[in-house]
C-alpha cells in the first residue's frame, strides 16, 4: 500500500509534466494540471493513511 | 550571466554569514533532543554537513550547474526541457574569482549543508551516524542539485513560472519532505506512544540552546536570502535593504503568532513552539524576500507561525509522526506556504506573478522528491540498518555511537531540589 501511494504520487507528477510539456497555456492545460495534482494529493493520502499504525481503536 | 562588482561583492559578504544558519539550526535540532543523545546530535550536524558538502563538490555541482552553462536537456513536445546541468565534477575549472558560477557554486554548498540538516530534526534521537551520512551524501549528489537546477540554474520549473528566491522549496521543503521520509522509515521514538497511541511529551534538554540557535539562525537567514535574491532573482543592490527587513519582520511575526497561539490554547507561551514559529517565518519569507512588500512578509510569516503550531499537533497526534526537532512542520509546511505566499502577495517587478507555477513547484516536491528520498534511503536501510536497537536508544546515542556522553561532569543529586 505505501508503494502504491508513492507511485500515485510519481504517476500525478508525471501528468502534470505531461500538461506543461503537451499543452498551450489556457485554461485545458489548468485542468489537465489540477487531474495530474489529484491523482498526487490520493497518492499522498494513500502513502500517509499507509503509515499509521494499526490500532483496534481505529475505524 | 555577468554580475557587476557591486553585485559579486555583495554576494560574496552575504554567503560569508550565511552558513550561520546551518550554526543555528544544528543548535536547534541538539536543545530539542535528550541531554543522552546531545553529543550525538552535534556530531550528526557535522557530518551531515561534511557529507553533503563534499557529495556536492563530487557530482552534486555538475548536476546543479548554473545559468547559462552547459545543461542537459530533453526534447519533449517540441520544446527543449533543460533537466540537469552538465558542469565538469569535482568542480573543475571553476573560475577563482567573483564570477556568478562560482558565487552560485558556493551558495549551493551552503545550500546543500542547510538542507542536510533538516532530516535530523525528524530523525533524532534513533537515528544512527553511518546512515545519516549515506543519506545525506544521496541529497547532496542527487535530490538537492536536481531540484536547484530546476529552479536557480534556469531549469523547466523556473521557465513555467516558478519563483524561490532564497530557497523555501529549493532547500527547505526538499529537507522537510527528506524528513518526512525519514521519521517513516524510522519509526517513533521508544517511549513516545503508548500502545493506545497516546503521544508522551519528550522534552528537549535545553531550550536556551533552542532559543540562541534561533537568533544564530536570523542571522544567517539574512546572508542566504539576499545573496539568493541577487544570485536568482536579478534583484538589484538597492533592493537588499528590503530582503532584510521581510526577512526579520516575517521571523517576528511569525514567533509573536506561535507565542500568542500557544498562551491562548494552553495557558502559557511555549517556548520550543515559538522557536519552531520563529524558523517557520524565516522559511515562508524565503521564496518571496525581494518581492513581498513589508506588510505581505509580516502576514506571511505570522500565518506560518500559525500553521506550525497546528502541523505539529497534527503530525504528533493524528498522524502519529514523531518528528522530535518539528522539521517537518516548519520546514515543509511552511516551505510551502512561502512558495504559496509568494505568488499570491509577491509584487514582481520582472512580472513573475504566477501562483500555477508555484503550484507545480509544490507538486514537484510531493511527487518527485518525496518517492526519491523515501524510495533510497528505504533501499538503504535494507544494507545498512538506519535505526539503532532499542539498547541503544535506553543508553543514549552519545554512548552508544560515540562512547562518551555530552555533559560527562552533570551528575543529578536528587537531593539538591529539596526544599530547605
Not at chain 2, 544558519?21 to 553529543?39: H, K, M, P, Q, V
Request: with cysteine.
Amino acid at each position: 500500500m505505501k508503494i502504491a501511494g508513492f507511485l500515485l504520487l510519481f504517476s500525478g507528477w508525471l501528468l502534470i509534466l505531461a500538461a506543461i510539456a503537451l499543452l498551450p497555456a489556457g485554461m485545458s492545460r489548468n485542468i489537465f494540471a489540477l487531474a495530474g495534482g489529484s491523482v498526487e494529493a490520493l497518492g499522498l493520502i494513500l502513502a500517509v493513511r499507509s503509515h499509521l499504525p494499526v490500532r483496534s481503536d481505529r475505524g | 550571466m555577468a554580475l557587476t562588482e557591486l553585485q559579486s561583492a555583495l554576494a560574496l559578504v552575504c554567503l560569508l554569514i550565511g552558513p550561520l544558519a546551518a550554526a543555528g539550526l544544528a543548535l536547534i535540532n541538539t536543545g530539542l533532543g535528550r541531554s543522552r543523545n546531545a553529543a550525538h546530535a552535534a556530531m550528526s550536524a557535522l557530518c551531515a554537513v561534511s557529507a553533503a558538502g563534499c557529495a556536492y563538490f563530487v557530482v552534486g555541482h555538475t548536476l546543479q550547474g548554473a545559468t547559462g552553462q552547459s545543461i542537459r536537456a530533453l526534447s519533449l513536445g517540441g520544446h527543449a526541457w533543460d533537466f540537469a546541468g552538465a558542469m565538469p565534477p569535482f568542480l573543475m575549472r571553476l573560475p577563482a574569482s567573483g564570477s556568478y558560477t562560482a558565487l552560485t557554486a558556493l551558495m549551493g554548498m551552503e545550500s546543500v549543508a542547510l538542507a542536510s540538516l533538516i532530516p535530523l530534526g525528524g530523525g533524532g534521537e534513533r537515528w544512527r551516524l553511518g546512515s545519516i551520512c549515506a543519506s545525506s551524501a544521496f541529497l547532496g549528489a542527487i535530490t538537492f542539485p536536481l531540484f536547484a537546477h530546476w529552479t536557480w540554474s534556469g531549469g523547466w520549473l523556473r521557465s513555467v513560472g516558478y519563483t524561490d528566491a532564497g530557497g523555501s522549496g529549493t532547500i527547505h521543503v526538499v529537507g522537510g519532505i527528506t524528513a518526512l521520509a525519514i521519521a517513516w522509515l524510522l519509526g517513533p521514538r521508544r517511549g513516545k506512544y503508548s500502545s493506545e497511541g497516546m503521544p508522551m511529551a519528550v522534552p528537549g534538554h535545553s531550550i536556551v540552546l533552542v532559543l540562541f540557535g534561533c537568533l544564530l539562525a536570523g542571522a544567517g537567514w539574512l546572508g542566504l536570502n539576499c545573496a539568493g535574491a541577487l544570485l536568482f532573482s536579478g534583484a538589484r543592490p538597492e533592493r537588499l535593504a528590503l530582503v532584510a527587513v521581510n526577512t526579520l519582520l516575517a521571523g517576528s511575526s511569525a514567533a509573536l503568532a506561535s507565542a500568542a497561539l500557544t498562551r491562548a490554547r494552553f495557558g502559557r507561551a511555549d517556548a520550543s513552539l515559538t522557536a519552531n514559529g520563529w524558523v517557520g517565518g524565516l522559511v515562508s519569507i524565503s521564496a518571496g524576500c525581494a518581492i513581498l512588500p513589508p506588510a505581505a512578509a509580516a502576514l506571511a510569516g505570522a500565518i506560518a507561525g500559525t500553521l506550525v503550531v497546528f502541523s505539529v499537533e497534527l503530525l504528533e497526534l493524528r498522524l502519529e509522526i514523531d518528528d522530535p526537532g518539528g522539521s517537518i512542520s516548519v520546514h515543509a509546511i511552511s516551505g510551502c506556504w512561502g512558495l504559496l505566499a509568494a505568488g499570491l502577495l509577491g509584487r514582481d517587478p520582472a512580472g513573475i506573478e504566477s501562483v500555477f507555477g508555484q503550484l507545480v513547484g509544490i507538486a514537484t516536491l510531493f511527487g518527485f522528491v518525496l518517492p526519491l528520498s523515501w524510495g533510497v534511503n528505504a533501499a538503504m536501510d535494507r544494507f545498512f540498518i538506519m535505526r539503532a536497537p532499542p539498547e541503544g536508544e535506553r543508553q543514549g546515542m552519545d554512548l552508544y555511537e560515540l562512547g562518551a556522553g555530552a555533559y560527562p561532569d552533570f551528575i543529578t543529586h536528587t537531593d539538591d531540589f529539596l526544599q530547605r
